[in-house]
């Protein structure tokens, strides 16, 4: 005998759920596996290896999961003072955060290209600093080329300028996961742990931010997951250099453009597989961390 | 350790949560803060424990004479439990308990073998063997306000504070609690403040019990000092169920309803009782309330024993004779 549930109407939505899914998610993405499947095991695994695929690789996964803990860290601290703290301009700071959503991101990548070019607002200070540590410490190797980078072109056409981009779009993710968790916390265990003696860090670092966390991963998760299907924004501050600043998706309209079809499908289909996997162990994680689920 | 609250002030914006609150609470008494909504009993509670602070001036907190009005909550030495009890929902009920304890510095901090110890022993004290793995939310109402509790006084405080302690749970656990608390008290002798709006539990708990209202005291005694002598008509009517009667001359007297005898219309004496007619009864417990209108029109409320009830055999519309005992008192 079936189980009676307490709420209807299970087999109806579960249906409409797994409909709405496969039209929406699953039809495209079994598409475009079709696609690349057009070519074999063999042509998979050269086509991947290619040295250029590697560098847009380690370039996209590796910006978009630094700009993610930038924005993580950052998020936490402004909707700390958004929620925290009421003062003049609060409403506006509030309303700013949704910004780099609404931005069309070919505009956010073009402004942020001439902030940060070594003649830009930020971009010159940039550019001058860098000088500044090549002359007195010359470091050397991988940091020694970035300095060099910066010093000639400001933070843009580098794979900072990748990094600043996506740290961009990616923030608002953050504060808007954690801003309804931290406005529900509420006074009153703070107040608790205050009066049995802990200290303001000590209520931060063992009552606050633990009930935070959850919401923390799920902001990163999101910017993550944004910042690695990023393109409009990022092709215009990267400089789109192969090998150095070209990124994934970059490359997947390059090879379209080459009418490359099965190529491009390839590297979609890795990229998603690669994304899809690092998201489900981000959420297994989350699950561990997770006070709720323990 | 005593409490000494002097002349204390408390303004929220230009609005006077507190105004000019002295009271003394002994070592080792319960003390009960009662009140209506609205009238100050946290604030003057949260003041207390360090969590808020009085309107700079006079006003001056001591704890066994020492001033510890500049003193933050945390070296204040209290135990607060809060009214939705504020437990930290990511920790086990042993995290709870043994938090105070663990964010001590290192040099103060108990062994971790001791502080297992201290857990074993507040778990016990607030009856709740063996829950030491769970988390708040899977505790009832009632075992998440014991568990506030031991968390509250593992730090060992020299004062409690409770804040309507009674208040989120239902009358059946409401009313056991309540006992269990005052055995738990004359067990540990601890000082205690108390807050709560609802007179019985202050009247059956406390040694003292200090009736606010609208950011004053207004009256501070022993619950039976209070309940036969109240100094105001507020505190009369605030106290229980009172009736109020109007005399030809405009005044008028407060009468509770135990304090009206009855009996048949045949026994009237005109030197001392009134005619009544019966309105309304109601008999479903061991006390019976009958509503009577007297002969001018006035409605009273009349408690009597079940077993008077049924001697009399009364029905409503019956006529009856009332008098009523001196103890009750002549209104202001
Ligand atoms: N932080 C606050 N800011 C503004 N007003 C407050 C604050 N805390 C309490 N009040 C006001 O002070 C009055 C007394 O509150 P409270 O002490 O909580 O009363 P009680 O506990 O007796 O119900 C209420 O009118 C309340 O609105
Ligand atoms: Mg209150």
Request: glycine letters at 8%.
């Amino acid at each position: 005998m079936a189980k009676r549930r307490v709420i209807p109407g299970f087999g109806l939505s579960m249906g409409f759920s797994i409909t709405y899914l496969s039209l929406i998610i699953l039809i495209p993405l079994a598409a475009l596996f079709i696609k690349a499947a057009g070519l074999g095991w063999a042509e998979w695994w050269n086509l991947l290896t290619t040295p250029r695929v590697i560098a847009a690789t380690k370039l996209t996964f590796g910006a978009s999961a630094a700009a993610a803990s930038v924005s993580m860290v950052m998020g936490l601290l402004v909707t700390w003072v958004l929620v925290r703290y009421d003062f003049p301009g609060r409403r506006l700071l509030d309303a700013m955060v949704d910004l780099p959503f609404a931005l069309p991101t070919a505009v956010a990548g073009i402004t942020l290209t001439q902030i940060y070019a070594p003649n830009g607002w930020i971009g010159q200070y940039i550019s001058q600093c860098a000088s500044w540590i090549q002359t007195n410490y010359q470091p050397g190797g991988w940091l020694g080329g970035q300095v060099e980078d910066l010093a000639a072109k400001g933070a843009a056409y580098s794979p900072i300028g990748v990094f600043i981009a996506l740290t961009f779009i990616g923030f608002p993710f953050v504060v808007r996961t954690l801003q309804p968790v931290m406005e529900d916390l509420g006074a009153e265990i703070e107040e608790a742990a205050a009066t049995l003696g802990a200290n303001r860090w000590i209520v931060f670092r063992r009552v606050i931010l633990p009930l935070l966390v959850p919401a923390l991963i799920t902001g990163f998760t999101l910017a993550f997951a944004r910042a690695i299907g990023e393109y409009g924004s990022v092709i215009f501050i990267s400089g789109n250099l192969p090998m150095k600043t070209e990124i994934l998706p970059l490359l997947i309209v390059a090879q379209l453009e080459q009418f490359k079809y099965e190529a491009a499908a390839v590297i979609a289909s890795a990229m998603l597989l690669v994304s899809f996997a690092l998201l489900f162990l981000i959420n297994l994680l989350q699950r561990r961390l997770d006070w709720q689920h323990r | 350790m005593s409490i000494s609250i002097k002349s204390i002030n408390k303004t929220f914006g230009n609005y006077a949560a507190l105004e000019n609150i002295s009271l003394e609470v002994p070592n080792g008494s319960l003390t009960a803060l009662l009140g209506p909504s609205g009238s100050g009993k946290t604030t003057l509670l949260r003041i207390v424990a360090g969590l808020e602070f009085s309107d700079p001036g006079e006003g001056r907190i001591l704890f066994h004479g020492e001033d510890v009005s500049e003193t933050p909550a945390g070296k204040r030495g209290v135990g607060f439990v809060f009214q939705h009890y504020a437990l930290f929902r990511h920790m086990t009920i042993a995290e709870n308990i043994a938090f105070g304890l663990s964010v001590l510095p290192r040099s103060l901090r108990p062994a971790k073998a001791e502080i297992h110890a201290r857990i074993s022993e507040l778990l016990k004290l607030v009856k709740l063997e063996g829950l030491d793995k769970r988390r708040p939310h899977e505790l009832s109402g009632g075992q998440r306000q014991r568990v506030a509790l031991a968390r509250a006084l593992a730090i060992q405080p020299k004062v409690l504070l409770l804040d309507e302690p009674f208040g989120a749970l239902d009358a059946q656990v409401r009313k056991s609690l309540r006992r269990w608390l005052r055995v738990f008290h004359d067990e540990i002798g601890l000082t205690t403040l108390f807050v709560t709006h609802d007179q019985e539990e202050a009247l059956e708990l406390a040694d003292q019990v200090v009736v606010m209202r609208n950011a004053r005291i207004e009256q501070v005694g022993k619950p039976q000092e209070i309940y036969d002598h109240p100094r105001s008509p507020f505190v009369y009517e605030f106290l229980g169920n009172v009736n109020k009667l109007s005399a030809s001359n405009g005044s008028h007297r407060y009468i509770r309803p135990h304090e009206i005898e009855i009996a048949f219309a045949a026994e009237y004496n005109p030197e001392t009782d009134r005619l009544a007619k019966i309105d309304h009864l109601f008999s479903a417990g061991p006390v019976a309330t009958l509503s009577v209108r007297l002969d001018d029109g006035q409605f009273l409320e009349v408690e009597i024993s079940r077993k008077q009830l049924d001697e009399l055999a009364l029905d409503p519309g019956d006529e009856v004779s009332i008098r009523i005992m001196d103890s009750s008192k002549s209104g202001v």
